[in-house]
């Protein structure tokens, strides 16, 4: 995608080179209040996804893995115990902010040796080809600019027979949870944001991306158009999350 | 019907709490599991396309559900103990051999045996348990009142057993003496192998009787 060219900020058309800084401006402004305001806005069910997540990698002692976006930690710090001494994981985020707070939050929680934390952008990721055992990515490829170069990039850094993990807000599978889901998040989303992190455009924001953000099976066709062999997803809490699991050959 | 992912995360999530929580009380456990550190096995269920996985962490123990099978899953296992629900339930809850148990296992037998053995020798701390979780106040008689029960519960079905042949021997006149059953099963054994014979007779005559009217 050229830096002139449209893309999506929300519902909003911004030109592509804006979008980064505009995304950027939205995480330092929650990053303080992330975990507290995923906990609230989830019911505590983002942990569920997350460990499903985890669960669905098959991640293994000794594996090198990439946590895209990782923001706070929550997959890095799960994974940094599975892959033990032997192996390595990755915390990556394009957000300072965010990625100061996931380091901050693991250093004090015991999590150090095995982990590595690195600024990156997903659509350049700065790393050898045929690399990592298994990429994740939760809850950040909405925010990307161009999710096509980001997914070619990723592809590019997976080994052969890795495996891609994308979690992140879907379409709800029936019409009536996708209503109810919509006055939830167009309406109390914003006002919890504003009570909680003092910042209600960050979550108009939130929810506006998320309605974006390809479906299910538009996401699908992208990942296997960046060249991976198969893909697959699974639709959770009614289709409100998709965890796409994709196989390079 | 299709079950929401979610859903086998929490139960996976509440299982290995709970199992990882007792083995903080068990010592003994925690220094065998480490021997199994990185190895893995999983359970696959046919009939249900469900896999658990079960991951020994250094001395814990990482559980995992997914519902899906596939090649690339199964293979990162040590050993896949594989079939129908009702098989698998059968060998884990009564059967000791694989033999006909229409269970599969592929590669290291040797690990599931580990396990096995771990499983047979878990002896958890309870009363240490409670009394983290409690406190002095509340545990005492808590661990008083259950040891009183279980002893209570064990001298009644270890007494249960007993009584009850005896009112229905005795009593009620209900059943047989192991001596007097051992007897009339042999006399049954007995007429059985005789009509069993006089059959074989009748079918003979019968064959030759048709033969001579042909």
Partial sequence: MKNDEV???GYEKVAASEKANRVADVFHSVAAKYDLMNDLMSGGVHRLWKRFTIESSAARSGQKILDIAGGTGDLTAKFSKIVGSSGKVILADINSSMLKVGRDKLLNGGIAG???FVQADAQYLPFPDNFFDCITIAFGLRNVTDKDLALQSMHRILKPGGRLLILEFSKPESDTLGKIYDEYSFRLLPIMGKAIANDADSYRYLAESIRMHPDQETLK???LKAGFDRCDYHNMTGGIVALHKAIKA | MRIDPTFYALISEAFEKSLNDALQ????TRAKLREL??????????????????LFQNDSIQLSIQPELNDED????DVVLRGELSDLVTLISKKHSLANSGVEVRGRVGLLESVQNIAKDIEIDWEDALYDKLGPILSQPLIMFLKQSYRYVKE???N???IVSEYIEHESELGLHREEFKLFSEQVDSVRSHTDRLQARLRKLQAKMEQRHS
């Fill in chain 1, 7 to 9: 893309t999506h900020f």
């Fill in chain 1, 114 to 116: 095995n982990v590595d």
């Fill in chain 1, 221 to 223: 066709s992208m990942v």
């Fill in chain 2, 25 to 28: 009380y068990d010592p003994g």
């Fill in chain 2, 37 to 54: 550190d990185g190895r893995s096995l999983a359970i696959v269920i046919d009939n249900m396309n469900l896999l658990f996985g079960v």
């Fill in chain 2, 74 to 77: 199964l293979a990162l296992n």
């Fill in chain 2, 156 to 158: 009644v079905s270890a």
């Fill in chain 2, 160 to 162: 249960s057993k007993q």
